[in-house]
């Protein structure tokens, strides 16, 4: 017995769809055709078939499918709690970075701690630190017996020309920072 071929218009009819549901199926690959002549396409009545019977959920269908899927949101909410658990560890026992330096004491009039000024522009304080103070002017105050980094006006103004370029920078409400009480 030989296999039946009919048009795509042809085959739309018979199973009752547009004759465009029919191309867009071919044109992804779910549907088979063949081109006898030029710009003539058919598709074998039993892959036509076996195609709309894929569009059409059958009865009982939809509870497999939902059993399989919560099955496998179930195995993965279980990967991702294994993931995070390692982690978690891996974290643990990486070295943390220094955190920059909290002075307690307020400092001197006019003056920012470096520390603050980075925290105020979302700037990571050891960016700020490598340049401090060659191009970041300022000078270091001994707070608890530590040298601490303080900027005065003309370094609010070197932090801003050096870091402000840096995708992280947050500007504030006096960037550019002035110099000599002077807008730059």
Request: glycine letters at 6%.
């Amino acid at each position: 017995m030989q296999e039946e071929y009919v048009t795509i218009v042809e085959a739309a009819r018979r199973i009752g769809i547009s004759d465009k549901t029919v191309r867009r199926a071919i044109h992804r690959g779910k549907l088979t055709a063949r081109y006898p002549h030029p710009n003539k396409a058919e598709v074998s009545m039993t892959d036509l078939l076996s195609w709309h019977a894929t569009l059409h959920v059958r009865p009982g269908e939809t509870q497999e499918r939902l059993r399989d899927l919560e099955s496998q949101v179930g195995q993965l909410t279980a990967r991702v709690a294994l993931l995070e658990g390692q982690f978690a560890d891996l974290q643990s026992t990486r070295p943390q970075k220094k955190a920059p330096p909290q002075p307690e004491k307020v400092a001197p009039t006019n003056f920012t701690y470096l520390s603050d000024f980075c925290r105020l522009h979302f700037v990571p304080y050891q960016a700020a630190a490598g340049l401090f103070p060659r191009a970041i002017r300022g000078q270091s105050i001994k707070v608890q017996g530590r040298l601490q980094p303080v900027l005065g006006p003309k370094g609010r103004h070197d932090f801003y020309v050096q870091l402000h370029t840096r995708p992280d920078f947050r500007a504030c409400d006096d960037c550019p920072h002035e110099e000599n009480r002077q807008r730059v």
